[in-house]
């Protein structure tokens, strides 16, 4: 729905900060992501998002952890050849989502557009049914709500923007 010239969305939310794990490798390879994977099962690490892409035999995994859990991947991925020289970090991040509920396409072009003119940079996008998310700096979640709030009508009682409290599962 449009409403002078502002669409109508569900709501936006900003994460805790993140760290952005980066693998790249090729398809020929003994598949360093599956070992990722089996290193943050037995850490007990929870991937926010992942995303998977490929060009030709190339292979980019990157992974978003809480900032707490970097140093549990650090430490023992030393001990892994196929993933010490492979695996990078990007630090100070924050995923952003724009739930676009029943809205168009247009909801991707105007938050690229509101990013683009205060110079938020995007280093990573995903989307499902409900959500559009994207990887930024953590300092810039603020002036991104704020340059989003120019292209989009948020409802009435809309929540808050930035989580109040982090869950974390323990064993008993």
Same mark, same amino acid.
């Given at each position: 729905?449009?409403?002078?010239?502002? !669409?109508? #969305?569900?709501? #936006?939310?900003?994460?805790?900060?993140?760290?952005?794990?980066?693998?790249?490798?090729?398809? *020929?390879? $003994?598949? @360093?992501?599956?070992?990722?994977?089996? !290193?943050?099962?037995?850490?007990?690490?929870?991937?926010?998002?992942?995303? =998977?892409?490929?060009?030709?035999?190339?292979?980019?995994?990157?992974?978003?952890?809480?900032?707490?859990?970097?140093?549990?991947?650090?430490? @023992?991925?030393?001990?892994?050849? $196929?993933?010490?020289?492979?695996?990078?970090?990007?630090?100070?991040?924050? !995923?952003? *989502?724009?739930? @676009? =509920?029943?809205?168009?396409? =247009?909801?991707?072009?105007?938050?690229?557009?509101?990013?683009?003119?205060?110079?938020?940079?995007?280093?990573?996008?995903?989307? *499902?049914?409900?959500?559009?998310?994207?990887?930024?700096?953590?300092?810039?979640?603020?002036?991104?709500?704020?340059?989003?709030?120019?292209?989009?009508?948020?409802?009435?009682? =809309?929540?808050?923007?930035?989580?109040?409290?982090?869950?974390?599962?323990?064993? @008993?």
């Amino acid at each position: 729905m449009v409403e002078n010239d502002k !669409l109508r #969305i569900g709501g #936006i939310k900003y994460s805790g900060g993140i760290v952005q794990a980066n693998l790249n490798y090729t398809a *020929s390879e $003994t598949d @360093p992501g599956r070992l990722l994977f089996r !290193l943050f099962t037995v850490q007990k690490i929870n991937a926010s998002m992942i995303t =998977h892409n490929t060009k030709g035999d190339e292979i980019y995994l990157s992974c978003c952890v809480s900032n707490n859990d970097r140093q549990k991947i650090e430490y @023992p991925i030393e001990g892994y050849d $196929t993933l010490k020289n492979r695996i990078w970090f990007r630090e100070e991040l924050g !995923l952003l *989502s724009i739930f @676009p =509920h029943k809205s168009r396409i =247009h909801v991707l072009g105007y938050t690229l557009k509101a990013f683009s003119n205060v110079e938020i940079p995007v280093y990573a996008m995903a989307t *499902s049914i409900s959500a559009i998310t994207f990887v930024t700096r953590y300092q810039f979640m603020e002036k991104a709500v704020e340059a989003l709030k120019s292209y989009f009508i948020l409802p009435d009682h =809309h929540t808050p923007f930035k989580p109040e409290f982090h869950v974390k599962q323990i064993q @008993p």
